[in-house]
């Protein structure tokens, strides 16, 4: 957040390059912490981890292209969806609700896009923001599917994680075709990196969760013995 704040007020890309490769570090040092209590979401694991540095790459490669960048992000929002997958019990899911998350939340994005005064460049750039609308939503739905399933510490972070994700790249695609205003800027960035951050931690929520659960049957097994 250090380096996300000069880069900021100074709008040294290395700063902003610095502070997204924080948030990969702190994906990793987690991941490595928590890797032998994770053994059964091994899967969730490695989709974060690499949704985490393929958001690193869109996040410093969008500083060159908007288009790249924004489809870098849109693999990275596909990996977190991926991870959300794994992460639901077949018991809790429901692909009706999943859909009918998703699709609202792409309804919403998609009226911000054509009723907000802003000005779409080409008719490339168009599409690619109504793609990237439509992975983002199916990702945020999800986390809002699986947190309406079950209320448990990770769901929260997870549908934390997404919704400022989502707001954060919603604010930017204000910010890049509405003529940059500075504030909504400064905003969207200090999102991102908050969003990112929760992402990295959700190995320590599972980590606790799952900690939590094998010491209640510990007890539960020596309360029969």
Known sequence: MIFAFLFLITGNLLAKTAASICFAAIGVMNFIITGKRLKEYRAFSLLILCGLFVAMSGDVVI???????????????????????????????????????????????????????????????????????????????????????????????????????????????LYVFMGRIVVIHYISISLYYISEIVLADSYLVLAKESADRELHGNLQKGDRV
């Not at 990275?76 to 899911?93: M, N, S």
């Not at 699709?103 to 896009?113: E, K, P, Q, R, T």
């Not at 972070?157 to 707001?167: D, I, N, P, R």
């Open 63 to 173: 500083n060159y292209s908007f288009i790249v960048g924004a489809a870098l992000f849109a693999v990275g929002h596909i990996l977190f969806f991926a991870a959300q997958c794994k992460l639901c019990r077949k018991e809790d899911r429901n692909r009706i609700r999943d859909i009918v998350c998703g699709i609202s939340l792409f309804a919403v994005n998609m009226l911000i896009m054509f009723l907000a005064p802003i000005e779409i460049r080409s008719e490339t750039t168009t599409a690619v923001c109504a793609a990237y609308a439509a992975i983002i939503s199916i990702m945020t739905g999800k986390a809002i599917s699986n947190f309406i399933a079950d209320k448990k510490p990770v769901f929260r972070l997870m549908l934390l994680g997404t919704v400022l994700f989502m707001v954060s790249d919603i604010l930017l695609v």
